[in-house]
């Protein structure tokens, strides 16, 4: 984690990290004004909190309440060297907690990350830069040793060289990558996570049965999500690069809707477009680019190749952000390399969704199977010995696809976890099934998925794959466990080089009568392709085009945006659009109009219904704003700081609109319960004196949204690269 220290006045630092701000000063004693703690109390706290944190972790996962636990910290300096100090952490425990779990939460307190580092030394390097900002160096903290080379199955360079010529083009590119955690909880599984320091919503994951595969992973991924703008999906480029020669890519082409809203011609293809718009119901506006939200401009397309043919088929950024994620896109050493990995995660999560929703029953991969890959088998074992019994299945479907499913059943919680991986080869397949499993997983991490159910239609409900997709946290059906499987064991091979293995996917997909459609991107100096598969690697349901559609931002961003520049009758129009827009009251404004506000401001709170709302409070609609301040507080999952606001607003708007009642009458216990100073935020809002009490004010220039705006100059590092490449610049 990038952490950017700043002077204020006398002896006071701010340090800015993510979204937050610490602020720290010395004692008056110390010249200091004493207005914060000092740097050294911050790291006394910090393992302080940290062994309250794997506490709260230990007892959240067994129902234990924490209201009547305790903990405190003590440092004992020896007096003759003040670096040698003892931190002896206390914790008071009551009565009813049984001896296990006393042992288990000790042993919890004792897996504490600010301990563990302390006691293994980090390692402080200090250095002279020419200008922090412009500093690329990729902040790798485990960078592989020696000029070994390391070659794993299914790559065309060593580990070494992957990692140096990945890690280059991203410093190039002017980001800091930094490794915010390692996982490798069992023998043979790695795991981490990186992260653009400055734009920390830039990460990826990384999985391999070593840290430098696993690094190799992560990095991969990166520059693939890179390439195909995955980072930014569905978010508010800004105005500047909005008005630019384009927008996503070179190569990209504008369409206008035609008459009536017609789809244009020269977008999609025959094929696609029976997929696409079966009805007839999808129209031009539904395609409008989300991005830029540049209705004048039209829709934004990009080329894709017909791989049945060579032919170029332009499909629209708004169709591709709103239906694929991140599947089917994927960086290699090589072009091949490339295909191989994208074709196979396409098959694996369409494997995986026809296996769950069918509620098919798979065959057990037999152990003299499993004891030809005896690393594989170590990191199995390992878990069935911390209790988790564990299912290894053949996804291929009788041979007929490269699939295999590792399944974790927890006894503790009755949750339970299907992993599955893809590849040509049988062996990585069950590896990367392995590493998904866990990555980024602790054991309490292992706690979270939810038990199997017979419901089908909870099993086959669309947005369930999704959650499968985004972090395997849907369900499946108790049927898949059948001991009687609906395919006989195939311990098969698709393997050859990697030219043979692409022509082998490309091919199964082929015999299955689906036309493939790829974007190759190179500019950035690895190989990226992004395979789209219509009608199979979908993660959405293409009903979403017309009904949910993220460009829906675009009814409502700009005034939003400018929410306090708005008239009256302006706010009574939005109020009235999204009252009747039937979206979900409790969507938050970040999502509906794409722009990443701070998590921790009010903005990054707001819902709908929290809007509607103000916007009530503003226009002195109390009667409505009542209404919706006791629905906001019956669902309420704010801060307690909003929740008590509210309740105050609650309270002063029922006087009000009482006649018989006196709000001067009042306002004296109003105040002593709520605080004179939010009593006058809350009158003042009541009263329309105050408007939008907590919202800051912004605009479509986005002043003040520094989370969103480091995400941006993110993009335009990578825009500005595009255009020097096509020269542009």
């Given at each position: 984690?990038?952490?950017?220290?700043?002077?204020?006045?006398?002896?006071?630092?701010?340090?800015?990290?993510?979204?937050?701000?610490?602020?720290?000063?010395?004692?008056?004693?110390?010249?200091?004004?004493?207005?914060?703690?000092?740097?050294?109390?911050?790291?006394?706290?910090?393992?302080?909190?940290?062994?309250?944190?794997?506490?709260?972790?230990?007892?959240?996962?067994?129902?234990?309440?924490?209201?009547?636990?305790?903990?405190?910290?003590?440092?004992?300096?020896?007096?003759?060297?003040?670096?040698?100090?003892?931190?002896?952490?206390?914790?008071?425990?009551?009565?009813?907690?049984?001896?296990?779990?006393?042992?288990?939460?000790?042993?919890?307190?004792?897996?504490?990350?600010?301990?563990?580092?302390?006691?293994?030394?980090?390692?402080?390097?200090?250095?002279?830069?020419?200008?922090?900002?412009?500093?690329?160096?990729?902040?790798?903290?485990?960078?592989?040793?020696?000029?070994?080379?390391?070659?794993?199955?299914?790559?065309?360079?060593?580990?070494?060289?992957?990692?140096?010529?990945?890690?280059?083009?991203?410093?190039?590119?002017?980001?800091?990558?930094?490794?915010?955690?390692?996982?490798?909880?069992?023998?043979?599984?790695?795991?981490?996570?990186?992260?653009?320091?400055?734009?920390?919503?830039?990460?990826?994951?990384?999985?391999?049965?070593?840290?430098?595969?696993?690094?190799?992973?992560?990095?991969?991924?990166?520059?693939e999500r890179l390439n195909c703008n995955f980072f930014y999906n569905d978010q508010f480029f800004g105005e500047e690069i909005a008005d630019s020669a384009f927008v996503h890519y070179p190569n990209e082409r504008w369409f206008q809707p035609g008459p009536d809203d017609a789809l244009p011609e020269g977008i999609l293809d025959d094929y696609c477009?029976?997929?696409?718009?079966?009805?007839?119901?999808?129209?031009?506006?539904?395609?409008?680019?989300?991005?830029?939200?540049?209705?004048?401009?039209?829709?934004?397309?990009?080329?894709?190749?017909?791989?049945?043919?060579?032919?170029?088929?332009?499909?629209?950024?708004?169709?591709?952000?709103?239906?694929?994620?991140?599947?089917?896109?994927?960086?290699?050493?090589?072009?091949?390399?490339?295909?191989?990995?994208?074709?196979?995660?396409?098959?694996?999560?369409?494997?995986?969704r026809e296996i769950i929703e069918q509620e098919l029953a798979l065959p057990d991969v037999p152990l003299e199977v499993l004891e030809q890959y005896p690393d594989i088998l170590e990191g199995i074992r390992a878990l069935e010995e911390q209790g988790f019994p564990v299912l290894v299945k053949d996804a291929s479907l009788g041979g007929q696809f490269?699939?295999?499913?590792?399944?974790?059943?927890?006894?503790?919680?009755?949750?339970?976890?299907?992993?599955?991986?893809?590849?040509?080869?049988?062996?990585?397949?069950?590896?990367?099934?392995?590493?998904?499993?866990?990555?980024?997983?602790?054991?309490?991490?292992?706690?979270?998925?939810?038990?199997?159910?017979?419901?089908?239609?909870?099993?086959?409900?669309?947005?369930?794959?999704?959650?499968?997709?985004?972090?395997?946290?849907?369900?499946?059906?108790?049927?898949?466990?059948?001991?009687?499987?609906?395919?006989?064991?195939?311990?098969?091979?698709?393997?050859?080089?990697?030219?043979?293995?692409?022509?082998?996917?490309?091919?199964?997909?082929?015999?299955?009568?689906?036309?493939?459609?790829?974007?190759?991107?190179?500019?950035?100096?690895?190989?990226?392709?992004?395979?789209?598969?219509?009608?199979?690697?979908?993660?959405?349901?293409?009903?979403?085009?017309?009904?949910?559609?993220?460009?829906?931002?675009?009814?409502?961003?700009?005034?939003?945006?400018?929410?306090?520049?708005?008239?009256?009758?302006?706010?009574?129009?939005?109020?009235?659009?999204?009252?009747?827009?039937?979206?979900?009251?409790?969507?938050?404004?970040?999502?509906?109009?794409?722009?990443?506000?701070?998590?921790?401001?009010?903005?990054?709170?707001?819902?709908?219904?929290?809007?509607?709302?103000?916007?009530?409070?503003?226009?002195?609609?109390?009667?409505?704003?009542?209404?919706?301040?006791?629905?906001?507080?019956?669902?309420?999952?704010?801060?307690?700081?909003?929740?008590?606001?509210?309740?105050?607003?609650?309270?002063?708007?029922?006087?009000?609109?009482?006649?018989?009642?006196?709000?001067?009458?009042?306002?004296?216990?109003?105040?002593?319960?709520?605080?004179?100073?939010?009593?006058?935020?809350?009158?003042?809002?009541?009263?329309?004196?105050?408007?939008?009490?907590?919202?800051?004010?912004?605009?479509?220039?986005?002043?003040?949204?520094?989370?969103?705006?480091?995400?941006?100059?993110?993009?335009?590092?990578?825009?500005?690269?595009?255009?020097?490449?096509?020269?542009?610049?």
């Open positions: 984690m990038e952490i950017k220290v700043n002077y204020l006045d006398n002896l006071r630092l701010e340090a800015k990290f993510d979204d937050f701000t610490v602020i720290a000063d010395q004692p008056i004693r110390y010249k200091g004004d004493g207005s914060a703690p000092g740097p050294f109390d911050y790291f006394l706290a910090s393992s302080a909190l940290c062994a309250a944190y794997f506490v709260k972790v230990y007892c959240n996962a067994r129902d234990i309440s924490t209201e009547n636990i305790r903990l405190s910290q003590n440092n004992i300096v020896d007096p003759e060297d003040r670096y040698n100090q003892i931190f002896k952490i206390q914790v008071e425990l009551p009565e009813d907690i049984s001896d296990k779990d006393r042992q288990g939460i000790l042993r919890s307190i004792d897996r504490c990350t600010v301990k563990k580092v302390v006691q293994t030394g980090p390692t402080f390097e200090i250095e002279v830069v020419d200008n922090l900002d412009e500093d690329a160096q990729a902040l790798l903290l485990a960078k592989p040793e020696g000029e070994g080379a390391t070659w794993i199955e299914g790559k065309d360079l060593p580990l070494e060289q992957t990692i140096a010529n990945m890690t280059q083009i991203l410093a190039d590119l002017g980001m800091k990558i930094e490794i915010a955690s390692w996982r490798n909880i069992v023998p043979h599984v790695w795991s981490l996570h990186i992260r653009d320091a400055a734009s920390p919503m830039c990460f990826t994951n990384g999985k391999g049965a070593t840290k430098e595969s696993a690094l190799a992973s992560a990095l991969g991924e990166f520059i477009l029976d997929i696409y718009n079966p009805d007839g119901e999808l129209f031009g506006s539904n395609l409008i680019d989300t991005n830029s939200g540049r209705v004048d401009r039209g829709i934004c397309a990009l080329p894709f190749v017909r791989q049945s043919d060579g032919e170029t088929v332009y499909f629209p950024s708004n169709l591709i952000e709103n239906l694929y994620l991140s599947n089917g896109m994927s960086a290699g050493n090589t072009l091949v390399e490339a295909q191989v990995q994208c074709l196979s995660e396409i098959f694996e999560r369409a494997v995986k490269p699939v295999m499913c590792v399944t974790l059943m927890n006894p503790r919680t009755g949750g339970v976890f299907a992993s599955f991986g893809a590849h040509p080869s049988f062996h990585v397949a069950l590896e990367r099934s392995l590493t998904e499993l866990l990555q980024g997983r602790s054991f309490e991490g292992l706690n979270d998925f939810q038990p199997p159910t017979f419901n089908s239609l909870a099993v086959t409900e669309p947005n369930n794959f999704v959650e499968h997709f985004i972090d395997s946290s849907g369900v499946i059906s108790w049927r898949f466990f059948s001991a009687k499987s609906d395919y006989d064991f195939s311990h098969w091979n698709f393997s050859g080089s990697n030219q043979d293995e692409a022509d082998t996917l490309f091919g199964i997909l082929a015999e299955m009568g689906r036309e493939v459609y790829m974007a190759v991107y190179e500019d950035l100096g690895a190989p990226v392709c992004r395979i789209l598969v219509p009608g199979y690697s979908e993660v959405y349901p293409v009903d979403d085009l017309v009904w949910d559609n993220t460009n829906k931002a675009l009814d409502y961003r700009e005034e939003i945006l400018n929410l306090h520049r708005l008239s009256d009758d302006e706010l009574a129009d939005l109020a009235e659009r999204l009252d009747e827009s039937q979206l979900d009251v409790y969507t938050d404004i970040r999502t509906l109009i794409g722009v990443e506000f701070d998590e921790n401001t009010v903005w990054g709170q707001l819902t709908i219904l929290e809007l509607r709302l103000l916007i009530m409070l503003a226009l002195e609609r109390h009667e409505e704003a009542l209404e919706l301040v006791e629905q906001f507080l019956q669902y309420n999952d704010n801060t307690v700081e909003r929740g008590l606001f509210y309740r105050a607003v609650q309270a002063v708007l029922e006087v009000v609109l009482d006649d018989e009642l006196e709000l001067a009458h009042f306002l004296p216990n109003l105040s002593r319960m709520f605080g004179a100073e939010r009593m006058q935020a809350v009158v003042g809002s009541v009263m329309g004196e105050v408007r939008f009490h907590g919202l800051t004010p912004t605009s479509m220039k986005l002043e003040g949204l520094d989370r969103h705006l480091r995400l941006i100059d993110s993009y335009r590092k990578l825009h500005a690269a595009r255009a020097a490449k096509a020269g542009l610049s």
